[in-house]
């Protein structure tokens, strides 16, 4: 089981996710913080529990259905926000902060409670779609987070069409792996808050 070549990229996006927030924790106010905090630790969380799953401890198939839709919901919302800020050099306010946590749990809620999972495939590539956007606006200011943001926006959609991506890999390690390159374009990103392209 732990030969699994999934535990292993499982094991790599935990540890990735959790390393990239503390590293450039104190670079963000709080409110901030908190919004990427969410975004970065309900990838950790999804990939430890689904290693969990992997090495074969059955409580962790029943959660990882709810760390899965939390990832697609409150994580791409907080995702959203957290990138608005860190692009328009914003500082959160609290009713950003709990409006945005607000409408992740709905959806969350929503995708949990009344089982309809196929909304959380909606609601994630609409959150790319977005943070994409608002990057495009960051890029007009010639932000070089704002392409940081970009190359993590391509690469997370990327992630999600692994299975059509001709490498000679499991698609669900180049989804891991695509996701530890995102995760670490976004400290990129929060580490060039104030730089300049050209």
């Known amino acids: 089981m732990l030969l699994n070549p999934h535990v292993f990229s499982s094991l790599v996006l935990g540890i990735t996710s959790v390393v990239v927030f503390y590293k450039h924790y104190n670079a963000q106010p709080f409110e901030n913080r908190v919004l990427w905090g969410i975004f970065f630790l309900s990838i950790s969380l999804n990939a430890i529990v689904e290693l969990l799953a992997y090495i074969g401890i059955k409580s962790a198939e029943s959660i990882q259905e709810l760390t899965l839709a939390s990832e697609r919901t409150l994580g791409a919302v907080c995702l959203v926000s957290a990138s608005w800020c860190l692009i328009m050099r914003y500082q959160a306010q609290k009713f950003l902060l709990f409006s945005t946590i607000g409408l992740g749990f709905l959806l969350f809620y929503c995708v949990t409670w009344f089982k309809v999972e196929y909304m959380g495939l909606i609601i994630q590539p609409l959150c790319i779609i977005i943070t994409l956007l ?65």
């Open 134 to 198: 608002i990057s495009c606006l960051g890029l007009g200011y010639k932000q070089k987070s704002a392409l940081w943001v970009i190359f993590a926006m391509m690469l997370l959609a990327l992630s999600t069409k692994s299975q059509k991506i001709p490498i000679p890999m499991d698609p669900i390690d180049i989804n891991r792996y695509m996701m530890v390159l995102a995760i670490i374009c976004f400290g990129n990103a929060i580490r060039d808050k104030y730089k300049i392209l050209f």
